[in-house]
């Protein structure tokens, strides 16, 4: 399945957050790669309501901001709920890259290491420089073993074939092999408070 943003975006971005939580709610094993960015069910509100401020400038979309980063924000209950366990995969760049100001971004840092100690949470990172056993790619999430989410520019791909989830599999399988874990990971997150720029003063 193939849905272009504007169409799933029509009337604003809360539909659309809402409208994974079915999925969420029954998926017992999520496999998670993402690139660039932290993912959903681990933002801060802060650091929520930039990216979906952003994406609701670029698709021009109805403004509804406070609505879609409540619903969000509502999503993140299954890390504390039901049964379920989270294996996910970061580049390290995805902790560097600049999404708001210092303070969203220290933050989003601070709100990774404390998620860390979840028990049902694998987090791993690949570092920037590390030996890897596959290369970046789009980020995913795979739910279960019946589908796979992949976002575009453009779109949201859902990828339900078994043959096409298997390859998603392998790639994410090389990714675990490739990232760092516990206090390695920790280090890097701590690295990249420690890089951020100090924060300019107030003009008022």
């Known amino acids: 399945m193939y849905i272009e943003w504007r169409r799933a975006l029509h009337s604003g971005m809360t539909h659309s957050q809402k ?3 079915p999925l969420y709610e029954r998926t017992t094993l999520f496999r998670v790669y993402e690139p660039g960015l932290i993912p959903g069910f681990f933002q801060t509100p802060d650091y929520a309501s930039t ?4 994406a609701i400038e670029l698709e021009q979309i109805p403004n509804d901001l406070h609505q879609a980063v409540a619903a969000r924000l ?3 209950q299954i890390l504390h709920t039901g049964e379920r366990c989270f294996l996910v995969v970061l580049e390290e760049q995805a902790l560097r890259t600049r999404v708001g100001d210092i303070d969203v971004m220290a933050g ?11 028990y049902r949470l694998r987090l791993g990172i690949i570092p920037s420089m590390g030996k890897r056993r596959t290369w ?4 995913f999430w795979i739910f279960d073993q019946h589908t796979v989410h992949v976002e575009t520019p453009s779109a949201e791909i859902t990828i339900t074939q078994r043959s096409e989830i298997a390859v998603y599999e392998k790639k994410f399988a090389r990714h675990q092999h490739s990232a760092v874990y516990g206090p390695q990971a920790q280090a ?10 100090p924060q300019a003063p107030d003009p008022s």
């Open 19 to 21: 409208a994974r939580i």
């Open 51 to 54: 990216i979906i401020t952003a």
């Open 74 to 76: 509502e999503r993140q």
């Open 108 to 118: 989003q840092l601070h709100r990774l290491l404390e998620i860390m100690s979840l």
């Open 136 to 139: 970046t790619s789009a980020g």
């Open 188 to 197: 890097l997150i701590n690295k990249a408070l420690a890089d951020l720029p």
